[in-house]
């Protein structure tokens, strides 16, 4: 019987500021992870954080940029611990200059569109260590706590002072677990009528909003 190999690396969408791709979306509803400033990641996608395979691997905070077909590289960090479904890393490597754009000519499956990863897109050994090298390359290496160049002090501040006030709360996404089952019902509902696309449109769009978490 062929074994399955277990993921070396997770390509992992989060949403952004949109002023700044750089930023955490600190003014909407994902403040917190990647969090450099403790390095931890305690909130988002808890799939991931409970999944058997993520210890030691390395994860690729992956955002989307409007205009640009696929993902882009924001941060990098290998999960060297796991504690009470907190994934923690002593140092992170992120994208000072020009973010690197994951095409398909690097990562064989990726999609030219938005789409939802919970817990996100598993890569091989082959897979991550050819991303991984790229970032090792062209991305500043920094210890967890440390400022990236990158970012102003003030918003640096912001970022860590959001992260905190979000710490101890409840995360959701753009959408419950209540409207996704009224889009279940719905979508069973309609599937025989014009009413059924206009809803699905309105359901990806719900999708499109949200870190998949």
């Known amino acids: 019987m062929r074994s399955i190999e277990k993921p070396a690396g997770w390509i992992v969408r989060h ?12 003014t909407g509803l994902h403040p917190t992870d990647p969090n450099w400033e403790t390095g931890t990641y305690c909130k988002c996608h808890k799939k991931l954080r409970t999944s058997s395979e993520v210890k030691n691997t390395i994860i690729f905070d992956a955002i989307w940029i409007k205009g640009e077909t696929y993902p882009f590289v924001r941060s990098a960090f290998k999960i060297k611990s ?11 490597y992120f994208a000072d200059g020009e973010p690197l754009k994951i095409t398909p000519d690097i990562i064989s499956g990726m999609r030219p569109r938005l789409y ?14 050819l991303l991984f090298d790229i970032v090792k390359k062209s991305y500043t290496k920094y210890e967890k706590g440390k400022k990236p160049i990158s970012i102003f002090a003030d918003d640096w501040k912001i970022m860590v002072t959001a992260a905190k006030k979000n710490m101890h709360k409840h995360h959701s996404c753009s959408f419950d677990k209540q409207s996704v089952r009224m889009q279940k019902f719905s979508r069973n509902r309609y599937t025989s009528n014009n009413s059924y696309q206009s809803y699905h449109a309105y359901d990806r769009s719900k999708f499109r909003n949200c870190c998949g978490c």
């Open 82 to 92: 796991i504690k009470d479904e907190i994934l923690e890393f002593d140092s992170y």
């Open 15 to 26: 949403q952004r500021e949109k002023r700044n791709w750089r930023l955490r979306n600190v």
């Open 116 to 129: 939802r990863t919970n817990p996100g897109k598993k890569l091989n050994k082959i897979e991550t260590k």
